[in-house]
């Protein structure tokens, strides 16, 4: 069928649009993810860019209150859902981990696709009713406000009800394979980092997604069926609410962050040519994270009248928290000493996530002192804080991920001069937008307001136009990766150098992985033993190399 | 007040907002120094350590416990500081002083109330004395809220169905910006108050005028103060701005088509029925979200706002008024 073997691979074999629609491959549904999440990430960037308008004068700019409360609550919810959750395991953790175990596919490839479509139908449900009954309640569908609201909230939260079965189905799909699939000899802790971290994300997954389907069903009975659980009018308490929710909530932001962590493990040790150091304490301080994660969610609620007690407990379970991430940073930074860095685009990433992350977790200690908490709770302090973790942690480690494996999927380069000038602006923008906001949250700043205070309006006004730069850095992102799959050069099979399996098979992989059966010759990060010839070096580089 | 007091937090105007902020400055210098330690190894790292030449297997221990257990320990040691630290404040401005005046806070779509002990009830204006401890006893009518002043370092949710308690003592004089932090609404933003902090001479002088009723005033004009204090503004214009509801300029004497389509004619019984029970005829247009003010106002109060729209009318003196 082919004239050469070695054009034969999983995007082209077999054709035709129903052979991507029914596959079992886990690369194409990986893809698939890929692209679904790529729509919900332009979507959520745009309605951001129309909040920082809105917010750049004091009064009414382009739309009123209502239309803002909408917005910001679509931002949240799509970016939340839709994009941040399920970005690295489902598309890249889809894409990579069977390569990484040296497996063909994960455990259960229908289960894999399934949770696919469910994804797409829950992320569609989900759009199209805050969109058609105007949800305003942000993103946390707080009571009694939600179960107030004239407008429906119960299609909104049947829509997150049906994406957290996508969320369970990949996290078990993940377990099973990790556990099952190994390739024979490969033990637990020869695996690559991000199939530790993975691991750990699965458990969550697993574990505290029940819960958030659980407290929707709750809002649903209560709002369709009038039983008081959460409304007061009723008898029911809507600061139980609030636990339910944080209970999966918080968990769930280590869902977000704990595979942007292991891709931070992979690159780092990769463009260092560096024997990771601490393999284990990065290991096992992920699901440290994973399991004290679980016992923290009260930090959420130090003013909501929760009692001082539980609030002084969360408080120190926070700290403890807080250590093993402490742990991973400084790893990262001794990986790193007398190693031979290179600083092309996945290391520029990884760097950025090492700068924003450090803030993101610094000032995540000012939120866990309940003392100081108290004046910044509800601020665009806070607003600061979570984006600096969710965009300067995980999106910039989606980010270091995606252009790292970008040759793996597509085998064409991007244009490193190009992904160097992006990845500069988005660091540069995000900065822009997001520190100013510190600053206006420690002046007092409410996070949710439409219209502000004069007082607050330079800093807003910077913001906004920080949100622009940013918007600029991801458009020439979005041009160069497009431009690339067209007229990219060819990858070779190991561009970077790196060690671990799924950098053994041809570029990009044939359907079933890997052309002859993978063998392990050495550790995923035995750059003390190896060395590994960068195809990279080989093929003529953008303009900068 | 400190260092960062003025480039992050704005002057800190109660006993307890001196504690925050030295705890505040102490987290801001030390995350300052252990991200310039971070970020400046890692930085010198990427240059000290470019690869240069030929690839070859690089050295160095990949494990060391002395090492990690030393980068494990020290941050475990910073964490317990602060946190005993914060711990402590926090019990200040936990445990209400025994003394304190208690004021009763009620939060709703979307303004303030504040009850006091002597009778008097004003809306979205706190007005206390300096130097003398105030306890909020707080709840919500509707929707959850969060009473927030920056100026004290205080916020706390006002919860339906459920008492909150903070409190707090302002030390100057002044006016302080109170804003609602916890999302309900259309009009969230504009939940916004006053603490008006005055000596204790004056507060006892407004005590003892507050509850007159507007004594030696005309209804208009006591109208026209009401239209403030009970904030009637957050909704109502006076110059034809259409906001959450409709506008109060040219209003009095004319027909109002309602969201059903009939219409009625603006009158001092459509005036006092859509105080009392503003859902009963919602204009054309706008949100039945106005809530009753019901017990709020008492009825010369509702006579004197009665007075003032009607001085806003085609006929009347709204120039005078304003």
Redesign the interface.
Known sequence: MYDNESERNYLNTPRGWKSWLFTLDHKRIGLMYLIAMGAAFLLGGILATLVRLELLTPGRDIMG??TY?QIFTLHGAVMIFLFIIPSIPAALGNFILPQMLGAKDVAFPRLNLASWYIFVAGSLFAVYSIWTSAV???WTF?T??ST??TKSVISMTLGVFILGFSSIFTGLNFIVTIHKLRLPGQKWFELPLFVWGLYATAIIQVLATPVLSITLVLLIIEKAGGVGIFD??MGG???LFQHFFWFYSHPAVYIMILPGMGIISEVISVF??????????IAFSSIAIAFIGFLVWGHHMF???QS?LA??IF??LT??N??PS??K???W??T????????ETPMLYA?SF??LF??GG??G??LG????D??L???YFVVAHFHYVMVGGTVMAFLAGIHYWWPKMFGKMYSEFWARIACLIIFIGFNFTFFTQ??LG???M????????DQYQPLHAFSSVGSWILGLGFIIMAIYLIHSLVKGEKAGRNPW?ALTLEWTSPIPPPPENFDKDPVLNHGP?D????????DIDKVKMGSVS | MDTTGN????SGQSTIAG??DA??SF?FWA?MI??AI??G??GY??WR????GR??????????TA??FT??AI??IM??V??F??????MK??VVPKDALQIKVTGQKWFWSFDYPHGAATVNELVIPAGKSVKLLMSSK???H?F?V??F?????V????Y?VTWFEAMNPGNY?L????????????M?GLVKVVSEREYNEWVETSASLGEGLSLAEYGAQLYKSKACITCHSLDGTALVGPSFKDDFGTMRVLTGGQSVRIDENYIRESILNPQAKVAAGYDPVMPTYQGILKDRQIDALVEYIKSLGKNGAADEAE
């Open positions: 209150a209502e409360n305003d309640t942000g707080y009694p406000y107030d609201s007061p009018a308490d809507p600061v260092s040519r560096k024997k990771i150091f601490g393999y284990k304490a003013v909501s009248t001082p609030a002084v408080s120190f700290f403890m807080a250590i402490g742990v940073i400084f790893n930074m001794a790193m000493y007398k190693g031979h860095i290179k600083l760097f090492l700068f450090t803030i610094l000032t200690i000012f002192v309940i003392a100081t108290i004046h709770h509800n601020t510190f600053i420690t002046k007092g409410p996070r949710r307001y439409y219209t502000y205070l150098g990060y750059y003390d033993k190896v060395v590994m010839e960068r | 480039i992050f937090l704005p504690e925050v705890l505040f987290l995350s252990l991200f971070v970020m190894g890692v790292f990427i350590y470019r690869h240069r690839e070859t297997v690089t050295s160095g221990k990949a494990h060391s090492l990690e980068w494990t941050p475990i964490v317990l602060v946190f630290w914060g711990f402590n404040v926090y401005m936990q509707d929707v959850i969060s927030f920056p100026s370092r205080i916020k706390m949710d919860v339906p169905n459920r909150s910006d804003l609602c932090t916890e999302f309900c609404g259309k009009g969230h933003s504009e916004i």
